[in-house]
């Protein structure tokens, strides 16, 4: 089943996502809607938060689907070192047709749980370690716009304002 993506200002995407202690049933039909609701949506990550469930999940493809489905699963996942910077545009589902320039580690090393809880690390460069903050920061109630200088911030917020005045910009709280 494909999920309502929530967007900003949704007060769901700014609270701290809560650790996941067991597999349960809930969880595994909400990863399979949330893989559904990634590929639907042609993102790269999907956070738990970002459909309602404040809980350290996170589904993410690095092809969006593009060269065949292969969605992985990252729970309660942590970065334990971050090297280099990369500056890349960078956009959200839960922001809908703003892409900015955002300053992020070039490397990433995350631990986590895999789908059967066991115990994963992944050592990520570029698009990957992109993939990584932009999502964590999301179980953190961050959002990409938090990253960008003032200035910037507050531009990106009036645009918002003014789409959302216009009809333009979709708001699922
Ligand atoms: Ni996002």
Redesign the pocket.
């Given at each position: 089943m494909v999920l309502e993506i929530l967007t900003f200002p949704s007060e769901v995407l700014r609270r701290k996502a809560a650790m996941i202690d067991s597999p349960t049933d809930k969880l595994n039909a909400l990863i399979e809607n949330m893989k559904e609701t990634l590929y639907a949506a042609n993102g790269f990550?999907l956070?738990a938060p970002?459909v309602g469930e404040s809980i350290r999940l996170i589904v993410y493809d690095e092809t969006a689907g593009r060269e065949g489905q292969n969605p992985k699963i990252i729970i309660n996942p942590e970065i334990v070192e971050e090297s280099g910077e990369q500056i890349v545009e960078e956009g959200?589902?839960?922001?809908p047709g703003e892409y900015v320039p955002v300053k992020r580690y070039l490397r990433v090393l995350v631990k986590a749980l895999d789908e059967n809880f066991d115990p994963v690390i992944i050592n990520a460069e570029g698009h990957t370690a992109r993939i990584m903050q932009?999502?964590i920061d999301?179980l953190n109630g961050v959002?990409?716009i938090d990253r960008l200088p003032s200035f910037r911030r507050d531009t990106i917020k009036k645009h918002i304002k003014r789409r959302i005045a216009n009809g333009e910009y979709k708001t699922a709280q």
């Open positions: 990550g956070a970002q959200c589902l839960s922001i932009h999502e999301h959002l990409f």
